[in-house]
C-alpha cells in the first residue's frame, strides 16, 4: 500500500469516527427512565485500573500461558525454494 492510499484510509477513518462522536448526542441520557438506579460513581484510580490495566494484565497472562504451554516442536524456519534432502 503506498502513502496516498494510507493517507486516505487514515482520513476516511478519522473523519467516520469524527461524524460518529458528533452525530451521538448525549441529550437522552439527561432524563431517567423508572426503575433507573444509578450506583456510585467511579474514580478516576478505578476508572484506569478497570479500563486500562485490567485489560493488559489480562492479554500478558493469556500471551504468557499460551507461550508456557505451548508444546510445538517446530521452530527452525522454513527455506523457501529448496526441495527436502533425503537420506
Do not use: Q
Amino acid at each position: 500500500m503506498d502513502k496516498k492510499n494510507a493517507l486516505r484510509a487514515g482520513a476516511l477513518a478519522a473523519g467516520t469516527t469524527l461524524m460518529m462522536l458528533l452525530m451521538s448526542s448525549p441529550a437522552l441520557a439527561l432524563t431517567r427512565d423508572d426503575g433507573d438506579d444509578p450506583g456510585t460513581g467511579l474514580s478516576v484510580i478505578e476508572t484506569v485500573g478497570l479500563f486500562v490495566v485490567a485489560p493488559i494484565v489480562l492479554f500478558a497472562v493469556i500471551a504468557g500461558l499460551v507461550m508456557v504451554l505451548d508444546r510445538s516442536t517446530d521452530r527452525e524456519p522454513k527455506v523457501k525454494g529448496k526441495a527436502p534432502v533425503k537420506a
